[in-house]
Structure formats: C-alpha cells, structure tokens
C-alpha cells in the first residue's frame, strides 16, 4: 500500500463516521507543496448532497480523522479543502518498509487472464527504419511494466510475413535467378541452406516488381498465383519464402537487440492462415456475413455512431483475403491462447481499421464480449519540418543508422563534459551507446503517448533537463556516493526522521511510487514513468547539496542518509528499467 493510498482510508473512515459516502476521502499530493504535503477535496464534492457548507464538513473530517502519530498538521483552507502534512517519524517508519520491499509499496496485480501487447509490426523484406521506433519503444515500455504489475504477459510482434507482396518476390526471384530450384514445379526438396537473396537484395527487388506488377496486369496475375500457390504449401515456394523470412528475421533481431527490445513471440499473418478458411465459414453460418458484388463484408454501422465506420471487408470478389481478415483470425488465435486483454500498440493512423476489427471480432463471436480489444494510439515522431522524420534527402532513415546517429552525438557529448575521457575505449563506447540510447527512449517516452513530437537530437543527448542522459548522470552519481561511502567502510542504515527540508521532500517523492506505477497501466502512458524518474533525480540532487552525507558526523544519521540514497538508486533502477533504460556503472 502506498501512503496516499493509508492516507485515502483513514479519510474515507472519517467520512464515513460524520455519514457521508467514503468515496470523498479520496487524498492527492498537493498542489501547493509550500502550503502542505497533501490534500483531500471532498467536502467541497459533499457539500451539495449533505446539504452542508464544506468548510463545517472538512472540519468534522479533520477532527475524525486526526491522529498525533500520523498528522503534524491538519487544516482547512479556502473554500473547504483539507491540508495535509505528516509527521517525520511517520513518514521516516514509512520509508523504512519501503526499503525493505523490492515494489516499493506497490501491490501486484491478481487477477486471471493473460494480457497480450502487440507491437514492432516490421515487415519481411524491408529493413527497420524510424517509423518502427515509437511501436517499439511504448511497447517495450508497457510490456515490462505490466509485468511488474503483476500481470501475466505476452508479447508478439504481428510480423508482416505474408499476403500479395510474398507473391510478387517470389516472381522477381525467379526473374533473377531463373535456375534455382525454388522453380522448379516438380522438385519437392531438400533445398539449400543458404538464403539466395540478402536483405538488402530483397529492400532492392521489392519496389521493382511492385512497380512492374503495377504496370503490368500479366505481371500482377502471375503475382497473384505465386501468392496462392505458396498459401497452397507449394514446396519451393515455401522454402524460398522461409529463406525471405529469416532473413529478415535476422536483421530485426538485430535492431531490437540493440534497441533492447525482445518479444515473446515472432507471429506473423502466415501463423494464422490455416484459421482464415474455417473462421470465414462459422462467420458465415453464423450470419455474421453478408456477400456485396461477390465480395464477403461485415456490416459494423450502429444507430449511435457519431461517424462513419464502414463494413469490414473480408475476401474480395477474387476470393483474396485482406489485412483485416488475416487480423481477425488472428485474434481467434489470441482467443485460444487464453488472452482476456490484447492491447495494440500502433499508430494512431490506423484507428479505423482497428476499430472496424474490433467490433467485428465482437459481432461475429471471434471474440468474447468479455475480452478486451483496445488500440494504444500513438503520434508520430517529425522532423524540424514538423512532418514524419526523413533523412536530409527525403528518404526514410533505417533504424540502425539512427541508433548510429545518437550514439555518436552521445559520445560527442561526453568528450564535451569531459566524462569517461581517460576510460578504456571499449568501455568509454559502451557508455556512449548506454547513454545514446537514454537519450533516444526518453526523448519518445516523455512525451505524451497520443501527441506527436519534433526529433531534437541536440536537445535529447543534452546532460542538462528533462532529458535521458541527465537521469543517468544522476544514478551515476548515486552510485558513485555509494562506492566512496563503501570505501570508507560506512554502508546504509535506518532511516531516521528527517531534519532538512529537502530530505524530506525526497522521502514524500519515494513514497509516489505506487501511484505512479497504477497510472501508467490504466492509461497505457510510459510518460507518467518518465516524468516520475526526472522528479526522483531532482528531488535527490536537492537532497544531495542540501545534506554533505559523506563529511557528516552524526553516524546514525549519516547511516540514515546513505540508506535513503540506496533507496534512491533501487528505485530509480527500477523505473529506467521499465523504460527499457540501463544505467552504467560509472561515467
């Protein structure tokens, strides 16, 4: 339990008792930390139901409430609101469990079900570049915190591995390499180990049959039958496409490892192709399905639509299928799984598709009503010209090169503020690419998960502000407190009430934790972690120039000092972590 959370009961009891609903002890921080520590508001909501002014309400509240051990201070103050401060020893007996506790006060998350986070959604044949990057990272972020929360989680990263495109490669293949067995109609295998083609073989060959394909409807048709031969299992497809797979699989592999970023799964549109047939024929005995010019749709509109929301398109007049078909089969598979919750992590460019998806999985009864379909929206990360970010000559950037850029600005960086200049050179680039990559997740995942934002690189690798180098600057610190303190043979203690304002204004920060880790999960926002991380860093180097720790010569509470800044380091660990954030050792 956190303290907000003790703090909400006792005053819910206490609204209780004068016969008010305890819903009104609801307790926030404050919003004037100079006036009080925290705040409850709910006599003022109380007022017009208890037929009351707030004023007379707070103060039967705060006589209920009230409690020498735990309250310094109780007042009302302005129309009716409830200043809260607590005592030191309480909140310093408070910080005491909240050492010993690895969730920091929080309590985990018990109930049944799975929750799945689909994210990343890179495409077989194409190279990672920065569109890839926010799915990515807000994922990432959201898979590890819901984890921590306690939820039962799994990851998938919905690989592009399947449809039309697949058809068009095989026939550029075959235009290429006319000679490889893949072509041949009456071979059946063993084929070759190696892969044919590379990755950037395959970047090259894709836009030149989809432009010939384009341009030539005999082209397309002969596209169209590899497609469906190869969804057919025609052997030499099947193995030429698993070479285009793993190779692509390989490349992303390696961008997400060095994004730090991993996934449970690697599902793709072919994991689910053998469900489509018969998902298509129990929709339509179901009734869920009405044909329209030969084509299979859904039709989603209800009275109380605000907007259009358009059928679903399920097969075309060919017999094709479409994304939206391979996607609702793909949550019949989810739904096996035992998934109650599947959260999707996709720009918020897509919002209609999934909403179309959604109600269609509801109203064809692929999907419970009882299991949770949600689209996480996200914005997009632009360039100074305010647009999706490109390169300078208009390109899209991959995403291993911009990983290059930032982590080149980061040891820039470093040789400006003269760190870790006299290191060795592996590690001195091990630090460069720690705090690169600090740089680029905090520079996305402060910023509002819904809005769009501008690529600063300046202002994202600066060591000064909100900013991810600065967070790691600041453990690094914490660290280095601890090495020296070890040195001397002194270690952390009990913590002790505290004397100094900024102690104590980093012991009440601590005590967030919980609050924060809840409302990440419940509006799906890695910026609410984000933002809390910055508020520990400086709320600690507050408490650093305020309290000499080292030098100070009363030992209990020096020893008090240095188990508040090992708190400190645990749980600012803790939060980077959640960010997909590590911290080096040393700068």
Known sequence: MSVISELSVRFGDAFEKIGLDRAYGGVTMSDRPDLAQ?????????????????????????????????????????????????????L??????????????????TADGKVLIDFGGPNVAKAMHVGHLRSSLIGDSLQRVFRFAGYEVVSDIHFGDWGTQMGQLIIEAQARKPDLPY????QSGPYPTDPPFTLDNLQEMYPAVTARTKADPAEADRARQATLELQQGRPGYRALWQHFWD?????????????????DLWHGESTVHDRVAPMLDKIRDGGGATEDAGALIIELAEPEDAKEVPPLLLTKSDGGYLYGTTDLATIDNRVDMGVGEALYVVDARQALHFEQVFRAAHKTGVAPQ????????????????????????????RLDDLIGVVREAALKRLEEAELATDYPEAERLDIAAKVGLAALKYGDLSNNRVSNYTFDLERFT?????????????????KSILRKAAEADLG????????????????????????????????????????????????FNRFYEACHILTEEDAARQASWLGLVDLTLRMLTRLLDLLGIEIPERM
């Open 92 to 109: 310093a007996g408070w910080l005491a469990d909240l050492s010993g506790d690895e969730r920091y006060g929080h309590r985990p998350h």
């Open 247 to 263: 190779v692509s699989h390989d490349s992303q592999k390696r961008d997400f490892d060095q994004l730090g970023v991993a996934f």
């Open 38 to 90: 925290f705040q409850n508001n709910g006599a003022l909501a109380a007022a017009s139901a208890a037929g009351r002014q707030p004023r007379e309400i707070a103060g039967d509240v705060v006589r209920q409430v009230s409690d020498p051990a735990v309250f310094f201070e109780l007042s009302v103050a302005g129309p009716g609101f409830v200043n809260i401060r607590l005592t030191d020893d309480f």
């Open 492 to 539: 952390p203690g009990s913590i002790v009430p505290s004397t100094k304002d900024a102690e104590r204004a980093l012991m009440l920060e601590l005590t967030r934790f919980p609050e924060v880790i809840d409302r990440t999960v419940e509006l799906r926002a890695p910026n609410h972690l984000a933002e809390y991380a910055y508020d520990v860093v400086t709320a």
């Open 370 to 397: 009882t299991m949770v379909l949600e689209h996480v929206p996200f914005g997009t990360m632009n360039g100074p010209d305010g647009k999706p970010f490109k390169t300078r000559e208009g390109g899209v950037l």
């Open 183 to 186: 072509f041949d109609p009456d």
């Open 462 to 478: 600066s060591f000064e502000g909100k900013t991810g180098p600065y967070l790691l600057y600041g453990a690094v610190r914490i």
